[in-house]
């Protein structure tokens, strides 16, 4: 058996690296349509509509399969870097690792705290006010981000594979 063609722990950095690659691409197209589409609809509707669907897309995202690619991707990540540690593609784990952190921090600190706001009381022309310019502006941030974790992570996913590719 040679160096390239072994199994065991590089497969499994190998396997720990797609998965974290596949998980930040997914939440960073969660980021991506929101900004695409989902906000520009928005924008079209009343005050009502608006506070009403926001509302309604807060409580439903808050579920199992959201939050295991969106935490997922932030554990994966870091596994990933951590395996990744000794080798060409370890740049470019780290950097997928800080960007999504960053994506994640902001979800943490701006959105979140902003879909909070959405679900107190108020008319829904002075919820909108306080809520829809800074929410997009910080998910833009955080899809940008989330996008270019995936970036690297990919970037670090070709340089592993061709460090372990087995012999032809």
Same mark, same amino acid.
């Given at each position: 058996?040679?160096?390239?063609? *072994?199994?065991?722990?590089?497969? /499994? +950095? /190998?396997?720990? #690296?797609? %998965?974290?690659?596949?998980?930040? /691409? ?9 900004? =695409?589409?989902?906000?520009?609809? #928005? ?27 969106? #935490? ?5 990540? %870091?596994? *990933?870097?951590?395996?990744?540690? $000794? ?10 690792? +800080? !960007?999504? @952190?960053?994506?994640? &921090? ?10 909070? @706001?959405? @679900? ?5 022309? %002075? ?9 997009? !502006? ?6 940008? &981000?989330?996008?270019?974790?995936? !970036? =690297? ?10 460090? $372990?590719?087995?012999?032809?």
């Amino acid at each position: 058996m040679t160096a390239n063609s *072994s199994t065991g722990p590089r497969t /499994g +950095a /190998g396997v720990v #690296l797609g %998965a974290a690659t596949v998980a930040t /691409g997914l939440v960073a197209g969660v980021f991506y349509i929101f900004a =695409c589409a989902v906000m520009p609809a #928005l924008r079209r509707s009343g005050d009502r509509v608006f506070v009403e669907v926001m509302r309604n897309i807060n409580d439903v995202i808050q579920n199992p399969v959201f939050f295991l690619g969106f #935490l997922g991707a932030l554990v994966l990540t %870091a596994v *990933s870097a951590w395996q990744l540690r $000794h080798t060409a593609a370890a740049p470019w784990a780290r950097a997928g690792l +800080a !960007a999504y @952190a960053l994506a994640f &921090l902001v979800t943490v600190a701006f959105n979140v705290p902003l879909n909070d @706001a959405l @679900a107190t009381t108020g008319t829904p022309a %002075a919820l909108r006010d306080r809520f829809e310019d800074p929410w997009v !502006a910080w998910n833009t941030v955080r899809a940008l &981000l989330s996008t270019a974790a995936t !970036a =690297c992570l990919t970037r670090a996913l070709l340089l592993y594979g061709r460090s $372990h590719r087995s012999p032809a």
